[in-house]
């Protein structure tokens, strides 16, 4: 934008005109100064010779007019074609993309272009003005600069070109804009110098920003415990990180170049090299296993991997790459190597079967597993499991699968139908697990054939199942003919001797005089009374009536009162109404109460017992504690503990459940849960 005083606009016009004012100027007084010398002739009456001079003169004086008309416009042309030149500058001087400045001797902008208007971010008037004094100005580093070592002041001092001096403009908000300046000074009076301005803050961002990642790249370079490098397109290495040096021994400038192959074990060089040679020509990842040598002269192993930078083009800028130390990995994986070795040696010798299933097919089965299913081991690895499943049992086998792929549960145990090669049933038991690899599930498991186990137990529950039919039939003929003894003794014995005893008192009554003969009596009459009560006490333990008469309830209540007397340990007895309660419940509990009493009486040497009956949910809870010495765990799962195993059988009917709690010398609870039968007839 040039600066222009419009308030002159005549001076203006003669200033754009003076070419055609010196011709008009010239014209008039030439034609002023003929008119004159002719009038003064005429005047005169001069001779012809003078008038004939006076005609030349004036012919001169028309050429002379004429000659200055054709300068005239001659520097007419020239003039418009400067202008044209002119206005031409100023459109490439306005739409530069560079601000430049004109500067007075005094420092002030006289001339100036938009460009400048934006990276300064002044306006006309502001630039006019001289707003950019009142801002600073910083070097470089971030100083401040002074006013004389602005490049206009050194450039119109030294009378010298200043080319690129980096400065920065703290503007009012606190921002500051970088630029690069140079300065010229201009050999006219009116102007000093020209200022060339090139914004350079997104540049200088972008460089700091550049310097901040590099910074950045160095500062985690150090900090990886990998090594770190970096090399040229060519291959020529240019930067190790301590790493390097740290493992090697090597000096940064040892390992530049092709240094770096030096660490790398005889027997790997070449090969490390082929593969870098085949990355720089193919642009390609390099990566490789390889063994380098430690300062100390120790070989390990480590997996050297590195990338090309690329530019737009797809031209390689840099090599940038690391190095990991794999050594335990590597003997990790011979030992693993080793421990497959000795898997696989097992496996094929193990007499159950052995697979690993993934990606729904069998990886690996070992010879036992394929002739379950009468396959060989080629045939059946790749094979889907549903071939070997009857088809009954697809939904369980696929649904046991996918709960452990899901990862529902860790270990499995379960049994299926297999079907075998020839379409016959296989009964097999798996115990499967899942782990990964690679991060993918994979199963494995082993695999048992059962089918003659299956056989052989369905013939044992089988015969459980006839001898538990056979124990309920005979206890319930025991019982029967326990309550038929039973009421014989009670009724027929029991009359006998009621009328034996009867006419022993009788016949002692009508014996008066013969002593001996009554005291004999008397003698023999006490001892049908005792065997009366020993009768009695026979009946009751067959079956005692009062069970059927009276319930179970007054039974406990007898029964408990009789072994009171008989051992002397106290029954503290809690009992719920058992009146309506199933007659066959209510005997087996009675059988299960004599043969809990007997134990006690005879092994536990207690002086209390508690015997309970509560009624509650649907069930009967049937406890008897002591405060004995207690049963031990082996003698409650001991075969020999027949009283135990009586008592378990008879509960099998009802689906009854025993448990037994003992502690030493603390006593014994044996608990009874029955479900609550209740008896139709009542």
């Given at each position: 934008?040039?600066?222009?005083?419009?308030?002159?606009?005549?001076?203006?016009?003669?200033?754009?005109?003076?070419?055609?004012?010196?011709?008009?100027?010239?014209?008039?007084?030439?034609?002023?100064?003929?008119l004159v010398f002719l009038s003064v002739i005429w005047l005169t009456h001069v001779?012809?010779?003078?008038?004939?001079?006076?005609?030349?003169?004036?012919?001169?004086?028309?050429?002379?007019?004429?000659?200055?008309?054709?300068?005239?416009?001659?520097?007419?042309?020239?003039?418009?074609?400067?202008?044209?030149?002119?206005?031409?500058?100023?459109?490439?001087?306005?739409?530069?993309?560079?601000?430049?400045?004109?500067?007075?001797?005094?420092?002030?902008?006289?001339?100036?272009?938009?460009?400048?208007?934006?990276?300064?971010?002044?306006?006309?008037?502001?630039?006019?003005?001289?707003?950019?004094?009142?801002?600073?100005?910083?070097?470089?580093?971030?100083?401040?600069?002074?006013?004389?070592?602005?490049?206009?002041?050194?450039?119109?001092k030294d009378q010298t070109i200043i080319e690129n001096i980096e400065i920065g403009?703290?503007?009012?908000?606190?921002?500051?804009?970088?630029?690069?300046?140079?300065?010229?000074?201009?050999?006219?009076?009116?102007?000093?110098?020209?200022?060339?301005?090139?914004?350079?803050?997104?540049?200088?961002?972008?460089?700091?920003?550049?310097?901040?990642?590099?910074?950045?790249?160095?500062?985690?370079?150090?900090?990886?415990?990998?090594?770190?490098?970096?090399?040229?397109?060519?291959?020529?290495?240019?930067?190790?990180?301590?790493?390097?040096?740290?493992?090697?021994?090597?000096?940064?400038?040892?390992?530049?170049?092709?240094?770096?192959?030096?660490?790398?074990?005889?027997?790997?060089?070449?090969?490390?090299?082929?593969?870098?040679?085949?990355?720089?020509?193919?642009?390609?990842?390099?990566?490789?296993?390889?063994?380098?040598?430690?300062?100390?002269?120790?070989?390990?192993?480590?997996?050297?991997?590195?990338?090309?930078?690329?530019?737009?083009?797809?031209?390689?800028?840099?090599?940038?790459?690391?190095?990991?130390?794999?050594?335990?990995?590597?003997?990790?994986?011979?030992?693993?190597?080793?421990?497959?070795?000795?898997?696989?040696?097992?496996?094929?010798?193990?007499?159950?079967?052995?697979?690993?299933?993934?990606?729904?097919?069998?990886?690996?089965?070992?010879?036992?597993?394929?002739?379950?299913?009468?396959?060989?081991?080629?045939?059946?690895?790749?094979?889907?499991?549903?071939?070997?499943?009857?088809?009954?049992?697809?939904?369980?086998?696929?649904?046991?699968?996918?709960?452990?792929?899901?990862?529902?549960?860790?270990?499995?145990?379960?049994?299926?139908?297999?079907?075998?090669?020839?379409?016959?049933?296989?009964?097999?038991?798996?115990?499967?697990?899942?782990?990964?690899?690679?991060?993918?599930?994979?199963?494995?498991?082993?695999?048992?054939?059962?089918?003659?186990?299956?056989?052989?137990?369905?013939?044992?529950?089988?015969?459980?199942?006839?001898?538990?039919?056979?124990?309920?039939?005979?206890?319930?003929?025991?019982?029967?003919?326990?309550?038929?003894?039973?009421?014989?003794?009670?009724?027929?014995?029991?009359?006998?001797?009621?009328?034996?005893?009867?006419?022993?008192?009788?016949?002692?009554?009508?014996?008066?005089?013969?002593?001996?003969?009554?005291?004999?009596?008397?003698?023999?009459?006490?001892?049908?009374?005792?065997?009366?009560?020993?009768?009695?006490?026979?009946?009751?333990?067959?079956?005692?009536?009062?069970?059927?008469?009276?319930?179970?309830?007054?039974?406990?209540?007898?029964?408990?009162?009789?072994?009171?007397?008989?051992?002397?340990?106290?029954?503290?007895?809690?009992?719920?109404?058992?009146?309506?309660?199933?007659?066959?419940?209510?005997?087996?509990?009675?059988?299960?109460?004599?043969?809990?009493?007997?134990?006690?009486?005879?092994?536990?040497?207690?002086?209390?017992?508690?015997?309970?009956?509560?009624?509650?949910?649907?069930?009967?809870?049937?406890?008897?504690?002591?405060?004995?010495?207690?049963?031990?765990?082996?003698?409650?799962?001991?075969?020999?503990?027949?009283?135990?195993?009586?008592?378990?059988?008879?509960?099998?009917?009802?689906?009854?459940?025993?448990?037994?709690?003992?502690?030493?010398?603390?006593?014994?609870?044996?608990?009874?849960?029955?479900?609550?039968?209740?008896?139709?007839?009542?």
């Open positions: 934008m040039e600066n222009l005083d419009k308030s002159k606009p005549i001076e203006s016009f003669f200033l754009r005109n003076k070419f055609f004012l010196l011709w008009l100027v010239t014209t008039i007084f030439l034609s002023v100064f003929f001779n012809t010779n003078a008038e004939i001079l006076c005609l030349l003169f004036a012919v001169g004086i028309i050429f002379t007019i004429w000659k200055l008309k054709h300068q005239t416009d001659a520097m007419k042309l020239a003039e418009e074609e400067l202008k044209r030149s002119e206005e031409k500058w100023r459109k490439l001087f306005n739409i530069l993309p560079i601000g430049v400045t004109v500067l007075d001797v005094n420092q002030n902008i006289t001339e100036f272009n938009p460009a400048i208007e934006k990276i300064l971010g002044l306006t006309q008037e502001g630039l006019l003005n001289g707003d950019y004094n009142k801002r600073k100005y910083l070097r470089k580093d971030n100083s401040i600069m002074p006013a004389e070592e602005f490049p206009s002041v050194i450039a119109v403009v703290i503007k009012e908000d606190g921002s500051v804009i970088w630029a690069n300046v140079s300065a010229a000074p201009l050999p006219f009076h009116d102007t000093a110098c020209v200022t060339v301005t090139n914004d350079i803050t997104r540049q200088k961002d972008s460089l700091e920003k550049l310097k901040e990642s590099e910074q950045e790249f160095r500062v985690l370079a150090e900090a990886m415990p990998q090594i770190v490098w970096i090399c040229l397109p060519n291959g020529s290495n240019i930067y190790f990180n301590q790493q390097w040096i740290d493992y090697t021994g090597l000096t940064m400038e040892e390992s530049r170049g092709t240094g770096w192959i030096i660490p790398f074990h005889p027997e790997d060089k070449q090969q490390a090299w082929d593969a870098w040679q085949n990355a720089i020509k193919n642009n390609k990842e390099y990566s490789l296993e390889s063994r380098l040598r430690r300062f100390d002269g120790t070989y390990r192993w480590w997996l050297i991997h590195g990338v090309p930078v690329l530019d737009s083009k797809g031209n390689i800028l840099k090599w940038i790459g690391s190095c990991t130390d794999i050594n335990e990995l590597k003997i990790a994986e011979a030992e693993l190597q080793k421990s497959e070795e000795r898997f696989r040696t097992i496996a094929e010798s193990a007499l159950v079967g052995i697979y690993v299933l993934q990606d729904g097919k069998y990886a690996y089965v070992n010879p036992a597993m394929a002739h379950i299913f009468g396959y060989t081991v080629p045939e059946m690895t790749g094979m889907s499991p549903n071939v070997i499943v009857q088809p009954i049992d697809h939904g369980l086998v696929v649904d046991n699968i996918n709960r452990r792929i899901a990862g529902e549960v860790r270990t499995i145990q379960y049994k299926f139908k297999g079907r075998h090669q020839d379409g016959s049933t296989r009964i097999v038991e798996v115990y499967g697990s899942r782990m990964e690899m690679n991060s993918n599930p994979v199963l494995i498991g082993t695999l048992i054939d059962i089918t003659e186990q299956t056989l052989a137990e369905k013939e044992i529950n089988e015969a459980r199942r006839q001898l538990e039919e056979l124990y309920r039939h005979l206890n319930n003929d025991r019982e029967i003919d326990h309550n038929r003894i039973s009421r014989k003794i009670h009724d027929e014995l029991g009359q006998s001797l009621t009328a034996l005893k009867m006419d022993l008192n009788w016949t002692n009554d009508f014996i008066e005089d013969n002593l001996p003969v009554k005291n004999k009596i008397t003698g023999m009459i006490a001892i049908v009374n005792d065997i009366i009560k020993k009768v009695q006490h026979i009946a009751s333990e067959l079956r005692p009536a009062m069970l059927d008469d009276l319930g179970l309830n007054t039974t406990i209540e007898w029964y408990c009162g009789e072994f009171e007397k008989r051992y002397g340990i106290i029954c503290h007895l809690e009992l719920d109404d058992m009146t309506a309660i199933n007659s066959k419940i209510q005997l087996t509990l009675y059988r299960i109460l004599q043969e809990g009493l007997t134990n006690i009486a005879r092994h536990a040497k207690a002086k209390n017992v508690i015997v309970q009956i509560q009624l509650s949910s649907g069930k009967i809870n049937f406890k008897i504690s002591d405060d004995g010495i207690g049963i031990s765990e082996k003698q409650i799962i001991s075969k020999d503990s027949l009283g135990l195993l009586g008592v378990k059988e008879r509960l099998k009917e009802f689906k009854g459940i025993l448990g037994i709690n003992s502690l030493p010398n603390k006593g014994t609870t044996l608990v009874i849960c029955v479900p609550l039968l209740i008896e139709e007839s009542k």
